[in-house]
């Protein structure tokens, strides 16, 4: 199980790292919601880019054999959320990520260094 929402997590980086998303958070919530285990908030500076990076982490991860459950968010492209089960990854505009600052919300989760995950 771990293994599994690590391995999730490394190529969802790598993704969102591919498409040069801004500022990558990760947040271990393993501890403190059952929700998930891991969520990574990202930012993109435009609609495109976001949809963008949207597009290689579904990509990235379905090719790994790990389909999302569920996307949100993608038309609209200032908030996208893709729910992979053990691993939700969140892309922003910037004045979305301001506004919900899901940082200081699961502030009582761990956050973890990116590099942690190379």
């Known amino acids: 199980m771990e293994?599994?929402?690590?391995?999730?997590v490394k190529l969802a980086v790598e993704a969102l790292e591919d498409k040069k998303a801004e500022d990558i958070k990760?947040?271990?919530i393993r501890e403190?919601?059952?929700?998930?285990?891991?969520?990574?908030?990202a930012g993109g500076s435009n609609p495109s880019q976001i949809q963008a990076l949207c597009d290689n982490v579904q990509e990235k991860l379905g090719r790994a054999g790990y389909p999302e459950r569920q996307t949100e968010g993608y038309e609209a492209a200032n908030w996208v959320l893709v729910d992979f089960g053990d691993v939700i990854v969140h892309i922003f505009d910037k004045e979305n990520r301001l506004l919900y600052d899901l940082e200081r919300l699961w502030r009582d989760g761990s956050q973890i260094d990116v590099e942690a995950f190379k």
């Open 3 to 8: 293994n599994k929402s690590f391995e999730m």
């Open 32 to 41: 403190i919601s059952v929700l998930a285990d891991y969520f990574i908030i």
């Open 26 to 28: 990760i947040i271990d």
